[in-house]
Nanobody, 111 residues
Framework: QVQLVESGGGLVQTGGSLRLSCAAS????????MIWYRQAPGKEREFVAT???????YYADSVKGRFTISRDNDKSTVYLQMNSLRPEDTAMYYC?????WGKGTQVTVTT
């Protein structure tokens, strides 16, 4: 059984930064892709970024150039560095590995 626990969310002003973490237990993640999603109130869950087992990264157009996904395989942790945050980035952020989801961490960006 894989467990994913997100952390690092919070309240930040426009233009600010946050770093989200997704810690995994129950499996070594080095051979697997990891994905960040987000869901804003009243909207569908959307893809944010992914990192492959080889370290390749892909981003949604809306966050490209502002967000960076990375991983620390020794710690079984994936990160999402979020810079130049905007109010439209306000959402619950989730990490996903195969069929497993974390419970999410809330990010709120104020004007």
């Amino acid at each position: 059984q894989v467990q994913l626990v997100e952390s690092g969310g919070g309240l930040v002003q426009t233009g600010g930064s946050l770093r989200l973490s997704c810690a995994a237990s129950g499996r070594t993640l080095s051979n697997y892709n990891m994905i960040w999603y987000r869901q804003a109130p009243g909207k569908e869950r959307e893809f944010v970024a992914t990192i492959t087992s080889s370290g390749s990264t892909y981003y949604a157009d809306s966050v490209k150039g502002r967000f960076t996904i990375s991983r620390d395989n020794d710690k079984s942790t994936v990160y999402l560095q979020m810079n130049s945050l905007r109010p439209e980035d306000t959402a619950m952020y989730y990490c996903k590995h195969n069929q497993y989801w974390g419970k999410g961490t809330q990010v709120t960006v104020t004007t």
